[in-house]
């Protein structure tokens, strides 16, 4: 927490921003981990991730279309979305937003 906090301080954020910024941060990164993580079809290396992903896709897509019609029309890209190269450019891009700490 310590060099975090330094960080937003020495980039020009005063204190109890910086501990505000840093909230978010823990905030945002918990979230992120606790949606991603039972979901081993995202950016899994796993070989079967392929076939989790298609069997999520048939879940999605069976689902009752008056009652969910945007889940079911986006079945496809709902089990895509942090999968193989959209993964790894997820994780670039919150990389170059945020650097390395």
Known sequence: MEAVLQRLVDSGISGPLAVRCYSFLITYTIGF???TLPRPWGGSDNPDAA???RRRSHFYAGLPIDDFPVMVS???ER???FAGRD????RAL???RSGPV
């Open 33 to 35: 981990v606790t949606y």
């Open 51 to 53: 076939e989790w992903r």
């Open 74 to 76: 986006l079945a496809q």
């Open 79 to 81: 089990t895509l979305r």
């Open 87 to 90: 993964y790894a450019r997820f």
């Open 94 to 96: 919150c990389w170059l």
